[in-house]
């Protein structure tokens, strides 16, 4: 167990996991970088893809959550010696989250359009965001099979076949993107901003048929759905209600930004779709370390170990707060080049050169809160999560984007609100967790 908590066999676990992780903003970054650079329309196929970017992933967080849930009860099991209990447990909660995501695609297929008019979206840019949606729609189902199966992994302390999996996927939209956004001459038309989402569901699918193949081939763990339900399987849909309740915490957040950005112009909502996926991937590469904590703490918990939980915690602080200011630094080196992968327009350029300091400056705060999150999910009490989150969506992000956007900061409003946002989320967990485990 002391093992468990060395530097080594901590970024044994987090380098894997940091690059798998890396793999779903990849996926958004390809599409929102490949479509702001087509020559028809730009902007606002930008801008669709921002808002559909951020109603999809709203849809994947609030059921992907049942990769951490299976992850904790696996992870305390490994701890406790009591894996055989709970090995037909993913299939089922495989079963209950992919049924889950086809019910979502019959109900919002047919009002893609209604949706996005809730996010400001109108003209071309509705437009192109329900043909968007209505391709990337049935990517769901694959998503949350291949997260649920990460999280099986996670809580056997293997990030490596995530990652492998990952990886393949990353590179195969990549190349889809490419190909069917701009077409191959005499072989493929281009597709435009189709052409991103077939992109995304092909790599999607192919993640899943590698997920599952990775499963079956190097765990004993079975796909098999065998009934009756197992017996944490009461305490899998109480952890997933909880984070149910608090990722639609989270995306209310994000949906307020999206829909104020949306309503200060084509622009902003270009500019904001580029600071927002920049964002998300500094987010997945600090959640390497969260995944680790995430795996490592369950563990530790299922072992009754608190002495070897806090010094987990104090190592991956200081990981944590490291890494964030290397991506900080990294964007301040490339500040402009990188505003310029995304797209040329001077208008949206300029608006999003106004706000990219704050999403860099905010880095080391959200590896705190990004790491404590992570291990929150480890030890299985996510009704602390939800509460955290809750309070500081309500209570701190919406009064402030309020208050600053009265006074007219548009974008500044937005990510002022996100900074202080995080800082309610992290703190407090922080206090808590050292609550519970501290040896006085």
């Known amino acids: 167990m002391d093992q468990s908590i060395s530097l080594k066999h901590i970024n044994t ?6 690059i798998a992780g890396i793999s779903e903003p990849i996926l958004s970054i390809t599409d929102t970088a490949i479509i702001g650079n087509v020559n028809i329309n730009p902007t606002e196929a930008l801008a669709a893809v921002g808002i559909v970017g951020t109603f999809i992933s709203m849809l994947i967080w609030v059921l992907g959550q049942s990769r951490s849930a299976i992850s904790a009860i696996i992870s305390r099991s490994v701890g406790a010696n009591t894996l055989d209990e709970v090995k037909n447990l993913p299939a089922q909660a495989i079963f209950i989250i992919t049924s889950l995501s086809l019910v979502i695609i019959l ?11 809730l996010y400001n979206a109108s003209g071309l840019i509705l437009d192109y965001a329900g043909d968007y949606y209505r391709i990337r729609v049935f990517g769901f189902p694959f998503t949350l ?30 190349i889809l993107d490419f190909a069917l956004v701009y077409g191959i001459q005499d072989f493929i038309p281009a597709l435009h901003i189709k052409g991103a989402a077939y992109a995304s569901v092909i790599a999607q699918l192919i993640m899943a048929m590698l997920s599952g193949y990775y499963l079956y081939k190097k765990t004993d763990i079975p796909l098999k759905l065998t009934l009756p339900f197992n017996k944490e399987i009461k305490n899998f849909l109480l952890m997933i209600l909880n984070l149910f309740i608090r990722t639609l915490a ?27 996926n920049i964002w998300f991937l500094g987010a997945f590469l600090i959640d390497g370390f969260a995944s680790a904590g995430n795996i490592l703490s369950g563990k530790l ?7 070897l939980l806090i010094k987990l915690s104090n190592k991956l602080i200081v990981l944590g707060i490291i890494t964030g200011v290397i991506l900080a630094g990294i964007g301040w080196l490339f ?6 992968i995304f797209t040329k327009q001077p208008e949206v350029l300029e608006a999003f050169y106004n706000v990219f300091w704050i999403v860099l400056a905010m880095q080391p705060l959200c590896a705190l809160a990004f790491i404590f999150d992570g291990m929150f999910k480890g030890l299985g009490k996510m009704k602390y999560l939800r509460n955290v989150l809750l309070a500081s969506t309500f209570l701190v992000f919406i009064p402030t984007l309020l208050l600053f956007d009265y006074y007219d900061y548009k ?21 808590k967790f050292r609550q519970l485990f501290l040896v006085h």
Do not use: C, H
């Open 107 to 117: 109900i919002t297929y047919p009002l893609a359009e209604s949706i996005f008019k």
């Open 13 to 18: 676990l987090a380098v894997p996991a940091i």
């Open 145 to 174: 099979f291949t997260f649920a199966i990460f999280g099986a992994f996670r809580g056997l302390q293997n990030t490596y076949y995530p990652m492998v999996i990952a990886i393949i996927g990353a590179v195969a939209n990549i």
């Open 335 to 340: 500040y402009e080049p990188i505003g310029r």
């Open 250 to 276: 989270l995306n209310t957040a994000l949906y307020f930004a999206s829909s104020y950005a949306t309503g200060y112009g084509k622009n902003y909502i270009a500019a904001y779709t580029i600071a927002i």
């Open 301 to 307: 918990f299922g072992a009754n170990r608190p002495d």
């Open 411 to 431: 974008l500044y409003a937005i990510f002022i609100a996100f900074t202080l946002w995080m800082a309610a989320r992290g703190i407090p967990l922080i206090i």
